[in-house]
């Protein structure tokens, strides 16, 4: 199996030789396997956000190396490993323009990450390929493509971002609590929609999360983080064995 990601001897200061120091990450290794899904749990202030943030290149590590695909990334700017990462936040009005409608949204997608299969102003084949990706998420929204992404529900929108994130070739999805500002019934479809799109396009997927059902559901491994370390790290065999009881407790 390839490596997807590589974190050696992770470290993240904030605030270095202040008050308020804060070491964020600390020394930390991890390997994860191409087309792994990791759930990532632990309290408040233990450093997931903060691993993402350095593993996507949105902020640099204190010390340590990084490296995506066997390629040394460690100096590259989040940018520039945008064609291997794609992101999904907790808010859904951040991953889409409000005003434009869901094809213009696909459009500006395509011509970000000048994605395959999309030919970009061929307007009705496009249309027809948007109409076609978008269906396949069973929402019904490939009816209303022309429709302003302002007017959909934030579970709506989520899903669509996740489909958008996914077109390019992109390797490796982190998904950062998505569905932390979802209701019960819209943070299903999108956790649904994530767990198929990663199966399908084979994607490295990390997952925070702090609800116990999706992290007992959905990924092949499971990891908890506390004050800025890995403490437990479990393989699929190891994950399937626990129960909801006792992932409990790898939340606080
Ligand atoms: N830009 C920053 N400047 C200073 N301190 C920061 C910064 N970002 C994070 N921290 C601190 O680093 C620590 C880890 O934060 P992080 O957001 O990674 O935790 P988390 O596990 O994602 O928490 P939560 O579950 O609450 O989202 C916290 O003490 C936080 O206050």
Request: charged content about 20%.
């Amino acid at each position: 199996m390839q490596t997807a990601i590589k974190l050696d001897n992770i470290s993240k200061t904030f605030n270095h030789g202040k008050p308020t120091q804060v070491d964020a990450i600390k020394d930390v290794g991890l390997t994860i396997q191409s087309g792994e899904f990791v759930v990532i749990v632990g309290s408040n202030g233990s450093g997931k956000t903060t691993l993402l943030n350095l593993i996507s290149g949105s902020i640099p590590p204190s010390s340590g190396i990084i490296s995506i695909n066997d390629a040394d990334v460690t100096k590259l700017a989040d940018h520039e490993r945008s064609k291997w990462i794609a992101r999904v936040f907790q808010n859904p009005l951040s991953g889409t323009a409000s005003e434009l409608s869901i094809l213009d949204n696909f459009r500006l997608a395509a011509i970000r990450t000048k994605a395959k299969g999309l030919t970009i102003g061929v307007n009705n084949a496009f249309k027809a390929a948007v109409r076609n990706k978008v269906a396949t998420l069973g929402m019904g929204l490939e009816n209303k493509i022309e429709q302003p992404m302002g007017t959909l529900s934030g579970g709506q929108r989520q899903a669509l971002t996740l489909l958008m994130s996914v077109m390019d070739e992109c390797k490796v999805l982190l998904l950062d609590e998505p569905t932390a500002a979802l209701d019960p019934r819209s943070a299903a479809v999108v956790m649904q929609t994530a767990d198929k799109l990663s199966k399908e396009f084979n994607l490295t997927t990390i997952l925070v999360t702090h609800n116990l059902k999706d992290a007992f559901t959905y990924g092949n491994r499971i990891i908890q983080m506390a004050e800025g370390l890995v403490i437990k790290d479990h393989d699929a065999k190891a994950k399937n064995g626990l129960t909801q009881n006792d992932l409990f407790d790898w939340f606080s």
